[in-house]
């Protein structure tokens, strides 16, 4: 017995030591610059100087009072929100049959499914312009159908925005369910047929909350990933619609205000901690809770 | 409950036939189990009758209503599933609560066939417990509550005592027969160990390669099998083949003379039981073959001897263990013993191994 936990004491002494460094690099390459970024964003705005050392709210003050920035935070909050909805709609039932199904060509489908993750985000982003620009196929097909007579605006809209970013987001939530929903004995399914349940009711009270922590995992992986688009709203995006990510490197970057932008990118991090966690916190209490061990 | 008829059911996947012309005539309140090898298509004709799996051709009825289109949750059996499947998210009361509640019983008559069910499995003091934190017996117990809860025509157990170790599997084999008999239940009881089918059935159905190879009473399989298959299959089986030379007379290919008195024209090979021979040191009345031991094994209540007859071939016997004689000493490798059988121990198998 002793010597068991002594022996647990050491493992755990050297696992400790091997998470160190890795430990310690993370902490260097990410807490330093939000700590900074945290600073910088009490600061004062100085054209000449770009920012002079203080300690004053106005930079928060001015995003919650300017309409405009109000109008960035909540539109990137319905494009995260509807794209995290979206990929959680499309993505169950492939992670369902990919967890079921007895296919030899499993691997291969999988392999399919983290084909895109290989191309970045620009690349296919540019291909959702050609698809769904003006001269794209979305208005070719639908002009040659005759369903309309003029190209209609697809490209430069939140709806673009919102195609692109689920479908950048989607293998993420497919993968995160498929591998909770793969270890489910669906034997239980059978079951709750077995008692009087049809296909719906098995689903809602048997399938999906044992599938619960799945989908906590995907969502909140899949809406953080949205509200931190970059890429694909500014090139689907365009003078359309402005999303948190572009807006604050645009303050950055562009118009040299560090402090408003910094403020800009902790308002980002905070809200979707807060949304990411309390939702996770949600599904957890409702499903989650039961089973933990 | 209600009786269960299937008509010559049959499933085909794809070129194989899993389960080729099954006709059974189940009574109201029998246990019934099917019995075989796996892939003998016992489970695929379970699940048939569940609904899970369409058959390919025939029907069946349950007490007279033909189910064979309805789907699942309109059947009303109650199944029990070989690795429980209880629901990991509701605790054992929900569980049995769920059947119940797909069939809108109001909640105070659910809360009395809830308490009802886990007391006949006693297991109401576990009903607030989640299953992660049961045992796999307990586990099982509830998952029968929760199939009888719903009170089914038919009860099903698909191998429901595989996944338990020795002492529990009896334990719960004694008691899924107590409650099958107090409460009447239909049942059908898909198997691989022919202990737990011989122990537990009012009749069971041999089944091979898709086929019924014989339906009817434990001990009629037993002593009566009606085919090769059958004989071997259930317990072990001394085999001689040869031909028949006359009235009660068999010559086995080795040239023995055999007395068996049901022997025919037909007869090509003569088998019989192991624990109907006895291993005597001198020819006595009967039927005698000169035999040596190959080895024993001591399995406490009694010895099994493996011998060698006269063509080298592999014969073996149960000496039961009487303790007058330490079986080391009895069956010592290479001894020379007489195997001795009575003429009407012995069972005939024709050329296609028919009785």
Redesign the interface.
Known sequence: MSAVSRGDARQARLGACLAFPSSLVVFCIIMVPIVLMFRYSFNFHDPVHIMREGFTFENYVKFFSDSYYRGVFFDTLKVAATCTLLALLFGFPVAYFLAKTQSRHKSLLIILLVFPLMVGNVVRAAGWMVVLGNAGAVNALLVWLGVIAQPIKLLYTPLAVVIGTTAVVLPFMILTLQSVLEGI?F??E?????????MF?TFW??VL??A?PGVAAGTMLVFILCMNAYATPVLLGGSGITMMAPSLYGQIAKASNWTFGSSMALILVIATMLIALSANWLIHRR?VR??A? | MANVSLIHLKKQFGQSVAVSDFSLEIADGELVSFLGPSGCGKTTTLRMI???IDPTAGRILIGGTDVTAL????R????V???Y???????VAQNVS??LE??KVSAHERDRRIELALDMVRMTEYKDR?P?QLSGGQQQRV?IA??LA?EPKVFLLDEPLSNLDAKLRLEVREEIRALQQRLGLTTIFVTHDQEEALAISDRMAIMHDGKVQQVGRPDVLYEQPENFFVAEFLGKMNFFAGTCVGPGQFKTTDGLLLNVDAVTQSTKRVGVRPERVELVAVATSGNNIPVTVQSSAYLGSFVDVVLAGPNQQRLSCQVPNTATVSPADAFTTGRGLVMNFKASDCVVFNEEGDA
């Open positions: 004995d034997a239980v059978e079951a709750a047929q077995n008692l009087g349940a049809n009711t009270r048997v909350p044992i619960a499903y039961t089973m061990s | 569940a609904g899970f789907p699942v949750h309109q009303n059996t109650g199944m599933f070989q690795r499947a209880l629901f990991p998210h509701m605790t769920f059947g797909m069939r989640y992660r998952a929760r199939a719903i």
